[in-house]
């Protein structure tokens, strides 16, 4: 083996790793549609909104809440202006330190978050939950509680 060159994968773990890939996005792209369809929210307008609303003061500084959703800065300041424009958010300069920025949830966006819940969450049970006993959630939960911190 070449140094610094990984190790192959084994049939076993190359199976278990494409079938992960293929459902996950799979999963991802039926949720994000079928958000869109209901709500005309994106997935990351959706985990925005929630971030926020359960952020002290509905406010996160913009750096923050880029690392919380694993955006780049610029994907994250991008995702907020369009949010401001739909007036679902607003930033400000954070008030301990002048130089940040805040984004602070709206009365609009807490009240289309409350909307769209409901057709969230029937998708999520729908296409994930739903086809998972307690101990299958159980193992996905600590599986990747280990995952996210790598």
């Known amino acids: 083996m070449v140094p610094g060159m990984a ?4 049939d076993s773990q190359l199976r278990h790793w494409q079938t992960f890939v293929e459902s996950s996005w799979a999963l991802h792209t039926r949720m994000e549609d079928e958000l ?5 929210l994106s997935m990351n307008d959706y985990h925005v909104l929630v971030a926020l609303a359960e952020a002290t003061d509905r406010r996160i500084r913009m750096g923050e ?6 955006l780049s800065p610029s994907r994250i300041t991008y995702q907020i202006n369009s949010m401001i424009k739909r007036g679902l ?3 400000e300069s954070c008030a301990d330190d002048g130089r940040g920025q805040e984004a602070v949830l709206t009365e609009t966006g807490l009240r289309t ?3 769209a819940a409901p057709a969230h969450l029937k998708t999520v049970r729908e296409r994930f939950i739903d086809h998972l006993d307690d101990e299958e959630l159980a193992v996905i939960g600590r ?7 790598v």
Request: aromatic share 4%.
């Open 65 to 70: 809440l880029a690392n919380r959703l694993v």
């Open 89 to 91: 958010v607003r930033k």
């Open 7 to 10: 190790e192959p994968l084994s």
């Open 36 to 40: 869109r369809a209901a709500t005309g």
């Open 143 to 149: 599986v990747f509680a280990k995952i996210r911190k």
């Open 113 to 115: 978050l409350r909307e």
